[in-house]
């Protein structure tokens, strides 16, 4: 069984920054790829960043420049490093791994339970 759990969000003032971090835990082979969501009230989860295992990233247009996404591979951790954060950047902020159990088997999507991120004055 896999689990996703991401720390690190909180409530921060516009111009300030956080850093989110997902642990993957479990029966885990290959992890391809890994990454943050963010939900807001009546809107569609979207992705924010995400990264690859050999270190290819992709980012929403509107955090290109503030946010940065990495992995530790041998952590099976993801982290966001967010900073010049803006109110728009309020929302839920959901950790994403596309995983295989095994070597041979199926890739899986798996989800953490969500952080909140809360940028106001």
């Known amino acids: 069984q896999v689990q996703l759990v991401e720390s690190g969000g909180g409530s921060v003032q516009p111009g300030g920054s956080l850093r989110l971090t997902c642990v993957a835990s479990g029966t885990i082979a290959n992890i391809n790829p890994m990454g943050w969501y963010r939900q807001t009230p009546g809107n569609q989860r979207e992705l924010v960043a995400s990264?690859?295992?050999?270190?290819?990233?992709n980012y929403d247009n509107s955090v290109k420049g503030r946010f940065t996404v990495s992995r530790d591979i041998a952590k099976n951790t993801v982290y966001l490093q967010m900073t010049s954060l803006k109110p728009e950047d309020t929302g839920v902020y959901y950790c994403?791994?596309?995983?295989?159990?095994?070597?041979?088997?199926?890739?899986?999507?798996?989800w953490g339970p969500g952080t909140q991120v809360t940028v106001s004055s």
């Open positions: 990264a690859t295992g050999n270190g290819d990233t």
């Open positions: 994403h791994a596309g995983i295989q159990t095994r070597s041979w088997g199926a890739w899986t999507s798996y």
